[in-house]
């Protein structure tokens, strides 16, 4: 079993910036692929960034290339998504998100998933 514990959120500004933290345990580190997704209200959740399960490379949504990126620390077995010009379209609920297989095809669906933070940006 994997546990998430996300950190950070809050409210800001429009053209602020926000830092989200998630510590995973349980299972060890280098074998989940990990990321983030976000939920507005209304909305069904989406993706908005992770990890290949190497860690090597980085994926993104397309709303958020070039604002937001997603940075680990291998030894405190955290992730990061650090958010810089943040508009009100981010405000959501953000969910860090892991899974331990190797491969998967079509649309990742990772199996665990942290309790969310609420992610609020004032025009």
């Known amino acids: 079993q994997v546990q998430l514990v996300e950190s950070g959120g809050g409210l800001v500004q429009a053209g602020g910036s926000l830092r989200l933290s998630c510590a995973a345990s349980?299972?060890?580190?280098?074998?989940?692929?990990m990321g983030w997704f976000r939920q507005a209200v209304g909305k069904e959740r989406e993706f908005v960034a992770r990890?290949?399960?190497?860690?090597?490379?980085?994926f993104y949504a397309d709303s958020v290339k070039g604002r937001f990126t997603i940075s680990r620390d291998n030894a405190k077995n955290t992730i990061y998504l650090q958010m810089n010009s943040l508009i009100p379209e981010d405000t959501a609920v953000y969910y860090c998100?892991?899974?331990?297989?190797?491969?998967?095809?079509?649309?990742?669906?990772?199996?665990?998933w942290g309790q969310g933070l609420q992610v609020a940006v004032s025009s």
């Open positions: 998100a892991a899974d331990p297989r190797i491969t998967f095809s079509g649309t990742w669906s990772p199996d665990y």
């Open positions: 990890f290949s399960r190497s860690g090597g490379s980085t």
């Open positions: 349980g299972r060890t580190f280098s074998s989940l692929r």
